[in-house]
């Protein structure tokens, strides 16, 4: 067809709206399930670092800032008493930069477990961190971190890191230590009644020598 | 050219990975193992298809100087249509594949195709040209995945063949040029024979 | 200092061409001649420190002011088509001898992943604009880079005697591999 200025002005306008239209109304189709998609991704990461509970922690959270990254705690309830809480916190540190983990503490301030919820890190070394009882998952659990040297055993510390996954295993090790300081910070300030739910002294010496 | 024939060129004779060598970006971005070859595949494929079909219905409306464009955005929005899918539905291969899904738009077989083939031919033809090609890259895709899968990591399709770790060299950048490399000595070999 | 790990990881670390597979087809293209592939790689340079500017711009001002992330990809595509048009009109005007050694793959710009890439990663990563510029610039150095040590490893490929199958992509794709390795080296350096 030939090419005058006006038919390109009318068809390329034409087109583009007829695509932005198509394209916002997949947008509004998919919104719902898009949204139940993330919900249910974090619903399972809840339900596997926690302990035993029976609220609904996604009506119940505290969002903080670390360092300048974001922390989200969800609170978790078993029969109206504090059963842990589930950070979801992230560092930047990653081999190929963001990772993002759900960390469980039961009431004692001890990990219960980890859940992967994002990361970029290399197939079969770095991303080994998203697997099943790997060993920087090992090193956390049923630990309270304030009894641990948080960094990895090169560095000094107490942490197992992934076989020539040193750069992954400090980010990891570094996103469960901002959600462990979130988690300080934000258990200080309702100090009052943590402490008596709880009993024990939070984060004290003897949780982490309860086992 | 009969249609049977328009679907089986994409396999071998027109293979757009190892014969045609277009689309590079994703077959080596997204092989690293055999289910995301097969998704980035299929997904590729499906924009392909619709796009084709699309193009060669609205062709003749389109003056000739903002051809190119026009196909961009119509190529662009299936693409943002998939992707809102698979993020929807597939959340996980969404993740994995990441950053590949949106460049699809600049995958140049679909382009590629739209020019060649879409702009000249009538609706059905292009779909079953669309087909063909998305069936010969998702089968190489596929194929790539698999071989890299089996050495590097020792599984295909997540099922594990062998013990330990595999040549991780595989999973990694070097190791996919290296196996597409050779896939391709392999696939001229063979199709130097048929001749 | 966290430029220079910006520069640093872009060019090395995370080379666009050899490490995130972005950028392909130029690579494997226009790489038999070293003179070429600088060219290719100083269009390559401009078009996506321009792109990173006006996706910058794009993403903030208009696309997630008024929710309307979901269209990210049309709107990147269709500046880039622009921008890599003007870039074209211009080279032809200022270096028509450029403009002929780059040929085809002037507009094949436009399907470059690589600048639809960096658009994109520069909307995920958060970068701030100077933070943006100075990234698309590294990785264009990067792409640049990977081009022009390939382009010459395959001058000298012209010459060997190998397999008839391995001749051109194949031994193109398997050096690439090596080339790669090399480049893993820099892993860790940042």
Known sequence: ?????????????????????????????????????????????????????????????????????????????????LAGYAVETQTNNGFNGKVKLMVGFDADNQIVNISVLEHTETPGLGSKMADEDNKLIVSFQGKNPADLKLAVKKDGGDIDALTAATISSRAYVDAVERGYKALLSVTSQQEAPAATITTTEPAGQEGGDNE | MNKLQLITKGLIKENPTFALVLGMCPTLGTTTSAANGLGMGAATMFVLILSNIVISLVKNVIPDKVRIPAFIVIIASFVTVVQLCMEAFVPDLYATLGVFIPLIVVNCIILGRAEAFASKNNAFDSALDGLGIGLGFTCSLTVLGAVRELLGSGSIFGARLYEGDGMLIFVLAPGAFIALGYLMVVFNKLTAKSK | MEYFVIVIGAIFVNNVVLSQFLGICPFLGVSNKVETSLGMGAAVTFVMAITAVVAYILQHCVLV??????????VFILVIAALV????????????????????????????????????????????????VVYA??????????????????????????????????????????LAMAFMGFSGLV
């Open chain 1, 1 to 81: 067809m030939q090419s005058t200025l006006k038919n390109m002005v009318l068809v390329l306008f034409l087109i583009t709206l007829v695509a932005s239209a198509a394209v916002g109304g997949i947008f509004k189709i998919t919104e719902e399930p898009i949204a139940q998609a993330k919900a249910a991704k974090t619903k399972a990461a809840l339900a596997a670092v926690l302990p035993a509970f029976d609220n609904d922690p996604g009506q119940d959270t505290v969002s903080t800032v670390v360092d300048g990254l974001p922390v989200l705690l969800y609170k978790a309830t078993a029969g109206g008493q």
């Open chain 3, 65 to 74: 002011k008024y929710n309307i992330e979901y269209m990210q990809t049309i």
């Open chain 3, 85 to 132: 048009q003007m870039v074209e009109i211009i080279l032809k005007k200022m270096s028509p001898s450029l403009y002929q050694a780059l040929g085809i793959f002037l507009p094949l710009i436009t399907t470059n992943c690589a600048v639809l890439g960096v658009a994109i990663l520069i909307a995920q990563k958060n970068f701030n604009l100077l933070e943006s």
């Open chain 3, 137 to 178: 610039v590294s990785l264009a150095i990067g792409f640049s880079l990977a081009l022009v040590l390939f382009a010459g490893i395959r001058e000298r490929l012209e010459l060997d005697d190998m397999p008839k199958a391995m001749k051109g992509v194949p031994i193109a794709l398997i050096t690439a591999g090596i």
